[in-house]
């Protein structure tokens, strides 16, 4: 127990230092144009937004006809998941089911208690914990099928999750 909860810590500490290099980064940028003309402040997207593939492109890329990907709300109720939600730890793994009302069926815990498709496509899974906080978020990976971990600044659980189909 107490090695999973260190390493939960040393994840979210290296989250946290990633965030700090990335503004620190940008405070220079406009601190120090190169020009030396003052700039407007450069508007922030998180990496979690700006990495985001896209969902609604066609399936084509394994060859034969190319068709519409399936609604993700659809794609996430039609079937039963396994969350791996604690890979690089003890390998920590349950079933999840999501239910029409936004809450996790089986699986449901504090931690894991609803969800909700955020994203100017829906296209991100944002999983919260009891509390209403933000647990973690994932985006679909048509080509395999699961549900992958992205980094957001919200969250608290493991880095490195993901979600994949029974």
Known sequence: MFGERIANLKSRMEIRDEKI???????LEVAIPSNGVAQPAPTFTPPSLRQVPQIDKPVGEQGGPSKPIPSLRNILLSRKWMFHF???GNGGRKPMTFLP???I?????K???TWRLEGAKSDLLVIYREDGSVQNAFYYSDKAGKFDYIPDSRAVGFRNQFIEPI
């Open 86 to 88: 604690s890979p690089g």
């Open 21 to 27: 290099a990335a503004l620190e980064a940008r405070l």
């Open 111 to 113: 931690n894991e208690h």
């Open 105 to 109: 069926g089986q699986g449901r815990n």
């Open 101 to 103: 009302d936004s809450s």
